[in-house]
């Protein structure tokens, strides 16, 4: 595992809080149906924000990946048999 420098997570620091200043100005904004669609789009760059450089994903091995890619896939299967289970009722 490699070492990251305090630059690297300054930087990332202020690419979430840019994030979540665009999250909160978005809020006052009517987009309608993309509301969603853009609050999740930004939900999803923080995470991968803090999944590649906080949690070391990104100087990891082979193995730290494919468990870092087969928890989101967990993640997508188990939200997909919600969906459909809500959806069917």
Known sequence: MTTSSPKLYWKTFIALMALLAITW???YV???PFNLVF???IAMAKAVLIMLF???IRGGSKLLHFV???GVLWL???LSLVL???VTR
């Open 25 to 27: 100005s978005v809020g």
């Open 76 to 78: 997508l299967i188990l």
């Open 54 to 56: 906080f949690m070391h």
């Open 84 to 86: 459909g289970d809500y």
């Open 30 to 32: 009517d987009l309608g």
């Open 39 to 41: 609050a999740l789009a």
């Open 68 to 70: 870092a890619v087969a």
